[in-house]
């Protein structure tokens, strides 16, 4: 009788953009790989855009999409007269039941910049709790995490690796870190 290794399930990635003002310029190159990362995960790809909601942008990802046919998905999200609120995002996708388990890898792109209002932390660890993964890409300078109204220090005891990620070198340093 030979051993066979158990098969591995496929894993299922859940993203979040902040596309306020102050995290576009990250969010559009990170939406583009997140069209070229759909590929790679078979269990599916959710991502969703927020300011003070969640729209979520899944069923716009196709394969080969150009840049500019991306940022024009992105533009679905009201961006004008909103301000970030990261509490609103998280007790939607609480509220919509998400199906998040160990097989589920979840990544958060955003600044934290919540303009003073509740943080929900504790929505925040839930949803962390049961998935394999979560990491948090910060585009705003180290320097600046918690100060004024950041709460990326609220959220940070719960992601399994949170990076400064301010252009395409910090995306791919953080990435090789990974498989360390």
Known sequence: MQYQHPKKRPCKLVIFLDVSGSCIK???PLFLFACCLRELFPAGCEIYAFVDHMV??????????????LTEVLRKVPTIGVYSDYSKPLREYKAKQGQLNKRTIMLWMGDARNNHLPSEE???????KPVKKCYWLNPEAKSKWNTGDSVIGRY????????????TASLIKFLCELQN
């Open 156 to 167: 940070t005891p719960y992601v399994s690796k949170l990076a400064e990620v301010t252009n």
């Open 26 to 28: 990250a969010a559009e």
């Open 122 to 128: 504790k929505i925040f660890k839930d949803l962390c």
């Open 56 to 69: 979520d942008l899944s069923s716009d990802l196709k394969a080969g999409m150009s840049y500019g046919e």
